[in-house]
């Protein structure tokens, strides 16, 4: 089963988060933003040509206009690889674990999968962060000390959901410890 709902970001844009349920013991959630707007990539290409081509007729070294063209395809390219993340997915399993994707506008992914013995707990957690946000997060448990956290693993460190869709995202992971716990006592 799969349900698609709107929600927004820190910022206000508009993010989609799609569940699908594939039993009660697995869940994923996709959140996804927006694609790159080709009026912005436009706008900010022409700004840096015109700036070039203001600079060329200043110095009239056509080196200027060159190398204007190349630092902005070299700077589009690794926005597009290393920094434009169009969609990230977690994928809770309880007898598994917890896989992080994140997909980027070149089509690169990134993925992490944490063990599911290794998980303590998901919370949401709160930053100030010019003002206070929120933000879904994996704590994981310490080896040495059984009451202990190890690490602290933000989810969808990119998109920045606000509480709202965090809270969905939150109860649906609950349920899923909740059943893991469950089975995992039960003779």
């Known amino acids: 089963m799969e349900e698609e709902q709107s929600f927004l970001d820190i910022c206000g844009g508009s993010l989609t988060l799609q569940r699908r349920y594939y039993s009660p013991s697995c869940r994923e959630f996709c959140l996804s933003s927006p694609p790159l707007s080709l009026r912005s990539l436009t706008a900010v290409t022409c700004t840096v ?52 994707t994140s997909s980027y506008a070149s089509g690169k992914e990134s993925t992490t999968f944490i063990e599911m013995d290794k998980v303590k707990d998901i919370v949401i957690n709160e930053a100030i962060y010019m003002k206070v946000i929120y933000y879904l997060c994996i704590l994981l448990k310490d080896p040495v000390e059984p009451h202990g956290i190890s690490q602290v693993v933000p989810v969808f460190q990119s998109a920045k959901p606000r509480l709202d869709c965090l809270i969905e995202v939150y109860r649906s992971c609950q349920e899923i410890l909740a059943h893991q716990k469950a089975t995992s006592t039960s003779p």
Do not use: P, R
Not at 63 to 81: E, R, V
């Open 49 to 100: 040509w015109l700036a070039a081509y203001g600079f060329f007729t200043l110095c009239e070294n056509s080196m200027i206009l060159s190398a204007a063209i190349f630092i902005t395809l070299l700077g589009l390219l690794g926005y597009l690889h290393f920094v434009k993340i169009d969609q990230e997915a977690l994928l809770i399993i309880d007898s598994l674990g917890i896989q992080m």
